[in-house]
């Protein structure tokens, strides 16, 4: 790349973390060990709004943010956009959405009759503000059904979707403490199905270190950021390894030229489907898979001044929406708003400041959306029917976890994200 190339760059990042560091903290996204701190979220520092970017001679760049301080104060500055979330009307919205999601429940105990909604189902009912336990009725006939899905080989899933299905069986059990005994097995599983050697494949093959939905050998970032996030929530940390290779799966996902290796990688920070192809079409990067990436980032215990993570804030930044899935429009908005509400909780912060200057309430603005968006019988239901979405039973799990993972950043206590 010539140095004129890289000045340009240099120039438009340094004008972006500006608006980032808002958003960017010094320090580490987690705590110690393979994986970040537990409980859900990691509370970080500021940064000054000053960032600068150095070209360094035609064949590289340093990209430096603003030196750190202490405190959100120096970051936040004035009043956010909008008013705060109306936490008694939230909570009684995430009741009215649980009613229907235990309305939806059949005799075998599993909502919605599939494995993986039914997971998703029970997550939503367990990390509701008052957290009901594994004996409660609410949850009890479900965790049963989920653990009669339970496989010698240690997975937990129906007739399909393996990958996905035991990730968030796992979420579940973490969240509840429900079949301990089931933990280690589906933790060996999940990673033993991370594609490395032992499947044939090799450091150079773009799909090395993601996971997919089954044993065909095509990985995503979908399945990847759930795996991880339930491996971080069941205190996996005994084989390192599977998180470097995560790592460089998550790089290769990237439109970050500077740590992704790949030829097609742009620069723009935000994350795609897999290494080469993206919902969005191309190799544009989205809203969802941004998030997803952001917050696998947080749970590999990357460091919080790492350039891909102020990469991706950069991309958030120019993106933020609570009324689309930026890249995809309706499709996977409610995946979109569950990815957002995770990724944006876990960094601790209660705002965040646009491309424009415009700083966000994002918890408030995100529980006006979805609030208004609700139906009368307490679900949720995408018009697109991509990705399940008009399934009410799987949007209406997806909007209550959106809901429900925001609630100790903006007050609520209990409820939230996190073990328990």
């Keep these: 790349m010539h140095e004129t190339d890289w000045r340009t760059r240099a120039r438009k990042l340094a004008g972006a973390l500006a608006v980032a560091a808002a958003v960017a903290g010094a320090g580490a996204c987690g705590g110690e060990g393979t994986g970040p701190a537990t409980g859900g979220s990691a509370s970080v520092g500021a940064t000054t709004a000053g960032a600068a970017a150095v070209a360094t001679g035609a064949g590289g760049a340093t990209v430096t943010a603003g030196a750190a301080v202490t405190g959100t104060a120096a970051a936040v500055v004035g009043a956010p956009a909008g008013a705060p979330a109306d936490l008694a009307a939230t909570r009684a919205a995430i009741n009215r959405g649980v009613a229907f999601l235990l309305a939806a429940r059949g005799p075998d105990g599993l909502i919605g009759g599939h494995a993986g909604v039914s997971g998703l189902a029970a997550l939503a009912i367990a990390l509701s503000p008052d957290r009901p336990g594994k004996d409660d009725p609410r949850l009890a006939p ?149 998030y997803a990436g952001l917050k696998s980032l947080v749970y590999a215990s990357v460091a919080r001044d790492d350039p891909r993570v102020k990469a991706a804030l950069v991309w958030i930044s120019a993106h933020y929406s609570v009324d689309e899935n930026p890249g995809l429009g309706k499709k996977g908005l409610y995946y979109y708003y569950q990815a957002f509400a995770r990724a944006l909780a876990l960094l601790g912060e209660p705002v965040l400041t646009d491309a424009a200057g415009v700083r966000h309430d994002w918890y408030g603005e995100l529980t006006r959306k979805l609030l208004a968006m609700q139906a009368a019988d307490g679900s949720w239901k995408n018009d697109d029917p991509t990705y399940w979405e008009s399934n009410p039973v799987l949007a209406t799990s997806r909007a209550l976890l959106a809901l429900e993972y925001g609630w100790a950043t903006a007050g609520g206590g209990g409820g939230g994200g996190g073990t328990k």
């Design 142 to 290: 479900t965790l049963a059904a989920l653990a009669a899905l339970a496989r010698p080989d240690g997975a937990i899933a129906g007739k399909d979707f393996p990958g996905y299905t035991t990730a968030i069986a796992l979420l579940v059990l973490a969240a509840t403490g429900a079949h301990p005994e089931l933990v280690a097995p589906a933790q060996r599983w999940l990673a033993d199905h991370q594609l490395d050697e032992g499947e044939g494949s090799s450091p150079s093959d773009p799909g090395y270190g993601g996971i997919g939905y089954g044993d065909d050998g095509k990985t995503d970032l979908s399945n990847l950021h759930f795996a991880l996030e339930a491996l971080h929530e069941t205190h996996f940390k005994d084989r390192p390894e599977v998180y470097a290779r995560a790592l460089t799966f998550l790089s290769r996902c990237q439109n970050w030229s500077e740590t992704n290796d790949q030829p097609w990688a742009g620069n723009d920070g935000g994350f795609v489907y897999r290494p080469g192809e993206s919902k969005a079409g191309g190799t544009a990067s989205s809203g969802s898979m941004t």
